[in-house]
């Protein structure tokens, strides 16, 4: 305080006190913990939760007067996030500094990318915050954090059937996919909803686990070249449509957002596209369309051109992307198409036998898997994954 007392506030575990993550001194003190506490038990990331920061006592009339070794806090307020986020990711790496770590936090500025994700705070189980949902992380991606979301299906009050289905499918297309609840709202774990919606629920999220392969190579190329991994759509008058975006460059995803929508107008972006599944019909972009919508189906395209790298969804990641893979291939008007494959060791933060493949196919032809960078080994080369066209 002003005065030279702790400022005091309230959150959820009570009465606390706020460490001035600016300040070097603090800093040190809260990674050094952090390293202790990592190393005593086995997590492998952190959550910075209520880094706006809350208060509950008093509120941001209370917390504005608070001042640092620096001068008056008020300032500073928005960096609060950000500069916890980066201690937390200094304790991390003075844990383990070879190892990835995930740093998550509620808060953040721009920079903070370069040491957590975000996610969006505690949206609630509404259409409106669904809608919001579609633009946001496309926005957080050309800002530089390519990896954000809302709450699935909106952490506060309670997620009607229909609205967590297609809450989930658009979770499932977005960079950071996790469900969520609060004390004063039922569960919403995917198995308390009622079939058909559970069955639903539970196909958009196979679907996410079976796309796995594509996500993790599309983010290192994205991370390599610099590009954001969402991006907005804009149709032919350069209007933005709020209710679509391109993801990884391959995909454009167009979730249902308003209740009982049977017809949904998409804005096809120029070039050549399928619908999601459907080989036999390649169309052409640079308009709109009139989409059915249905209570399992929502309007999904893939880029001609594209060669997708597809697992059988199993229990986890690690399960998942160890089934064998399967390469779809979606030819653009020559019949050629380019798909991209990284691999490494998933754990290192610098791994030395990580591999990056070109994926080609031309006019009906094997797809061809051809090493990009580092050595690929004879046993893959050998045996390529099943093709599907």
């Known amino acids: 305080t002003p005065e030279g007392e702790d400022l005091v506030g309230a959150v959820w575990p009570g009465k606390v006190l706020y460490p001035d993550f600016g300040s070097e001194k ?37 917390t504005e007067k608070a001042v640092t070794e620096r001068g008056p806090w008020a300032p500073e307020w928005n960096l609060y996030g950000y500069y916890m986020a980066k201690t937390s990711a200094r304790g991390w790496r003075e844990h383990a500094p070879e190892r990835r770590t995930l740093t998550i936090s509620r808060s953040g500025y721009p920079g903070i990318q370069r040491h957590a994700i975000v ?58 996919f996790r469900g969520h609840s609060m004390i004063f709202a039922e569960y919403k774990e995917p198995y308390v909803y009622p079939e058909p919606a559970r069955t639903h629920i539970s196909e958009a999220i196979r679907l996410r686990y079976a796309l796995l392969r594509e996500w993790y190579s599309g983010f290192e190329r994205c991370l390599r070249e610099k590009r ?74 893939v880029r001609a051109g594209s060669v997708l790298t597809l697992h059988e969804p199993r229990r986890n990641a690690e399960e998942t992307l160890a089934t064998p893979a399967t390469h779809v291939v979606y030819p653009d008007a020559r019949g050629r198409a380019e798909g991209y494959l990284y691999r490494d060791d998933g754990v290192h933060v610098d791994d030395p036998k990580a591999e990056r493949w070109r994926l080609a196919a031309e006019r009906g032809g094997e797809v061809r898997v051809l090493p990009l960078a580092g050595k690929a080994s004879a046993k893959r080369r050998a045996k390529p994954a099943r093709k599907k066209r």
């Open 228 to 301: 954001p991994t969402l991006e907005p759509v804009f149709d032919a008058r350069g209007a933005l449509v709020r209710d679509s975006f391109l993801l990884l460059g391959t995909f454009l995803v167009c979730p249902v957002v308003h209740r009982d929508e049977t017809v949904r107008k998409v804005w096809l972006p120029e070039g050549d596209w399928y619908r999601w599944g459907e080989l036999g019909e390649r169309l052409k972009g640079g308009r709109w369309l009139l989409e059915d919508v249905t209570d399992f189906r929502f309007p999904l395209f």
């Open 119 to 176: 996610w969006h705070g505690d949206n609630s189980s509404w259409w409106e915050h669904l809608r919001l949902a579609v633009n946001g992380p496309a926005g957080y991606s050309l800002g530089g954090a390519l990896s954000s979301a809302p709450v699935v299906p909106g952490g506060i009050v309670n997620a009607p059937a229909d609205l967590g289905v297609r809450f989930f499918q658009l979770g499932a297309f977005l960079p950071f």
């Open 26 to 62: 603090a800093a040190a003190w809260w990674a050094k913990t952090q390293k202790e506490f990592l190393g005593a038990y086995p997590f492998d990331g952190v959550w910075n939760d209520m880094n706006e920061p809350i208060n509950w006592d008093g509120g941001p009339a209370a």
